[in-house]
């Protein structure tokens, strides 16, 4: 059933409906923009959201400088219609707003040869919009169960430790040792990673982030000697071989002394 109707669809529609209002109350001429900025700035997270807007309010705030700038010298022209594409993009490519492209675009084309409107009346009202839809977005993310991945990253890293307890006692008895799917999981918790540090409005995230990363750094030290060891042909390199599982059960009682790991025997 979260999978048909999760939280994030009651989000969105939450979101749908306080623009709608919101743009009613207003008397805002077209709370359709409004409703569709907060449609394509709901996201899993917070900081994705706001990402996301910040990309939209921006966009349409360069499209509509440059559509208003354009339509004074000639408006529905078709060759400034293409140079001011083609500023557009440079702008957000300077500034690193590539996101911001399309959006802008759209803006741009719809000053310049789509609406009736003053081109600066609509320009402003567009960008007021989207301001407004972005707002919604954020703030019903930020107020409605906020995203949280901790208690998944817990138990992530759990089951890759349990991994590596199995992967040691194969070292031990020099069997023949398999770290895909160790690999998988460190892509996951890195992903997972990635998202909590970046989230906002999380307590004491620094501390929880250094030591999750501290996990992750040495699972990958333990991970490249076992890749090491795959390679290795142990009736001829035998000493090399013990070398590197020395090396790799060391890495491995370190990581147990450091953080204090309970493992079952």
């Known amino acids: 059933m979260e999978k048909i109707f999760g939280l994030r669809t009651m989000k969105t529609a939450l979101a749908v409906t306080i623009s709608v209002l919101v743009g009613n109350f207003l008397n805002m001429e077209y709370p359709f923009f409004i409703a569709m900025t907060a449609i394509i700035s709901m996201d899993k997270t917070m900081s994705s959201s706001m990402k996301m807007g910040k990309n939209r309010i921006l966009g349409t705030f360069i499209g509509a400088l440059i559509g208003v700038l354009l339509s004074y010298i000639d408006r529905g022209n078709a060759l400034l219609c293409g140079c001011g594409m ?22 741009m084309m719809a000053i310049m040869i789509h609406t009736d409107k003053t081109p600066i009346f609509y320009g402003f009202h567009r960008t007021l919009d989207t301001c407004i839809g972005a707002s919604i977005s954020f703030a019903v993310n930020a107020l409605i169960a906020p995203y949280t991945n901790i208690k998944r990253l817990d138990e992530m890293t759990i089951r890759l430790w349990d991994q590596t307890d199995q992967l040691i006692l194969a070292l031990q008895q020099k069997k023949t040792v398999d770290s895909e799917s160790v690999k998988k999981d460190m892509e996951a918790i890195q992903y997972e990673l990635k998202l909590y540090e970046n989230e906002y409005l999380l307590n004491s995230k620094k501390e929880r982030v250094e030591k999750l990363q501290k996990h992750y750094d040495m699972a990958q030290r333990l991970l490249l000697e076992l890749e090491i060891l795959e390679t290795i042909d142990t009736e001829k390199d035998e000493i090399v071989f013990n070398y590197h599982i020395q090396k790799a059960l060391d890495i491995y009682n370190c990581y147990v002394k450091g953080f204090q790991i309970q493992h079952e025997e």
């Open 86 to 107: 083609i500023i557009l993009i440079m702008v957000c490519n300077a500034f690193h707003l590539q996101g911001s492209i399309t959006i802008g675009g759209i803006v």
